[in-house]
Every structure is written in C-alpha cells, then in structure tokens.
C-alpha cells in the first residue's frame, strides 16, 4: 500500500529477483543511492486499489507506476518487462520489517555504486550472470 492508503497491489507467486541495485539508470529514475525491490514477472503484479499513473522515461525502457494521490511510486517496469516492487512497500506492508523470502539475495551494478555498502550478499558488478566484486 502507498503511502496515503489509497494505492495498493496484488502479487502472486514469488519475485523472480530480490535486489539492490545501483545501476545509474535506478538511481536516477528512482531518486536514490540504491534501488531494493523485487522482481516480478508482468502478470504477477496488479494495482489492487485506486488508479495508478504511469510515467515513462524520455529515452530508456523503463516506466513506473505510482499513486494518482500521494505520487509515490507502487512498482516500475524493467527493460526486461519485469515489474519491480520497492521494498519499501513490501515492508510497510508487514509494520516495516520485510519478510525473508523477500529480503535482497544480492547487489547489481555494484561497479556504478555512489556508495559502499558492508555485507555479505554477492555484489555483481554488472548483472547477475557476471563477475563479482572482489575487496
């Protein structure tokens, strides 16, 4: 649910991804140092209440979903057509603690990073299929 409780979603299934990612292309769009959600394929993701509005970006693949009231932002859409949830939502969902079969398995991007971060996930430092960061 959205801040204002006017927006919220369904998800079915499980994510198909749960990350923190710090692609350049996250950061900008999402206005932050690192973008956790998760991933869901397109069909597992619905506004369940009230009406979203989507914006998408003037030049990449990328769009997000967010409340028509309080404008914060409900899921996006990856160029791969995934749906990404913030995780955020997913913790406000559950009184601010995120369940574990929704916490982060890794970083992405980790070589566009604007910061470190300190843990024990796998930090790739492009996509998930690439090398890893060595300290």
């Given at each position: ?7 919220s ?18 950061r ?12 869901w ?6 506004i369940?209440?009230g009406l ?9 693949q ?8 309080c ?10 057509g ?21 916490s ?27 090398p890893?960061y060595?300290?």
């Amino acid at each position: 649910m959205c801040l204002c409780g006017k927006t919220s979603l369904d998800l079915h299934g499980s994510p198909v991804a749960r990350a923190n990612c710090h692609c350049s292309s996250c950061r900008s769009f999402y206005g932050t140092h690192i973008f956790s959600a998760t991933a869901w394929e397109s069909d597992a993701v619905r506004i369940s209440d009230g009406l979203g509005q989507t914006f998408k970006h003037p030049e990449k693949q990328l769009t997000k979903t967010f409340c028509d009231v309080c404008g914060e932002v409900v899921f996006g859409t990856n160029r791969l057509g995934m749906r990404v949830v913030p995780n955020v939502l997913l913790a406000r969902a559950t009184d601010g603690a995120l369940e574990p079969s929704l916490s982060p398995t890794m970083h992405l991007f980790y070589r566009q990073r604007v910061v470190d971060v300190l843990d024990d996930l796998p930090k790739y430092l492009d996509g998930w299929d690439g090398p890893t960061y060595v300290s």
